[in-house]
């Protein structure tokens, strides 16, 4: 489980609210966190605190954070979201199981991650489809080394609110709703948004036809944790860490 923060607008986001749905959706992963916004890629272990100050320093148009719970792949800034594979970066909220079988249809050895396919293989192919060759959960954000953002989700959620014609996302509804975000909706499951200056101009059906996995073990999130540790706390936050911002 991980979590999703994304922005596209008509003008520069403002940095207080996207620090603040970076750090709600620390309740989706505390392992480390990450973000792109067109100019820059950050990552760091841990939680948002430590990308406190170059956040506060936001002016962009488009943003693409990220929230990490390990899953496939160790605890590393390598394995932190978003990825970049040429013109493409992105980030995933999910766990793929065919990600390995995918590669191999395309000719590519596994990665160590299994949302590295996604982006790896956007970038090969150019061809948004490629998303529906993933099984079992994927919601993402990505961007094409342009002003537009793509959002896809499959299984696990993903939210859009408003705001002065400005578009915001979150693995999580609440947060949209504190930062005064209006006609919050749920993303349709199966279907690719392109957003561009905070506008949707696409909404694409993307036909589900999952490559068949060789036999795996079923998993609860919080099982791919090595030690195992129990579920993460909802709130995001703990009264040892102090205030964020």
């Known amino acids: 489980m991980c979590g999703l923060i994304g922005y596209n607008g008509k003008s520069n986001t403002e940095p207080k609210r996207i620090m603040y749905l970076m750090k ?3 309740s989706r992963g505390k392992h480390s966190c990450g973000y792109f916004d067109t100019f820059r890629l950050k990552k760091t272990l ?3 605190v430590n990308l406190k100050k170059d956040l506060k320093r936001l002016k962009t148009r488009l ?7 390990k899953t496939h792949g160790e605890v590393t800034i ?3 979201h978003p990825f ?14 065919n990600f390995a079988e995918v590669g191999e249809k395309f000719g590519f050895d596994r990665t160590d991650v299994d949302s590295q396919m996604i982006f790896q293989l956007l970038n090969h192919t150019n061809d948004p489809k490629i998303l529906g060759l ?6 993402t954000l990505y961007t094409k080394n342009n ?4 959002a896809y989700r499959k299984g696990n959620p993903l939210f859009c609110g408003n705001i002065n014609g400005n578009k915001y996302f979150s693995s999580l509804k609440n947060p949209l709703e504190v930062i005064g975000c209006k006609n919050i909706f749920m993303l349709d499951e199966g279907y690719l948004y392109i957003y561009e200056n905070g506008e949707r101009i696409v909404k694409r059906r ?10 795996y073990e079923i998993k609860n999130w919080w099982e791919y944790d090595t030690p195992k540790t129990k579920p993460l706390a909802t709130s995001g936050w703990s009264r040892s860490q102090g205030r964020l911002f």
């Open 24 to 26: 709600m959706n620390e």
């Open 46 to 48: 841990g939680l948002t």
């Open 63 to 69: 943003f693409i954070g990220h929230t990490r719970h």
């Open 78 to 80: 390598a394995n932190q």
């Open 84 to 97: 970049t594979y040429g013109e493409f970066t992105g980030a995933h909220n999910g766990v793929v199981l």
């Open 134 to 139: 993933f099984n079992n959960t994927l919601a």
């Open 147 to 150: 002003s537009r953002l793509y």
């Open 206 to 215: 993307i036909e589900y036809k999952p490559i068949q996995e060789q036999e």
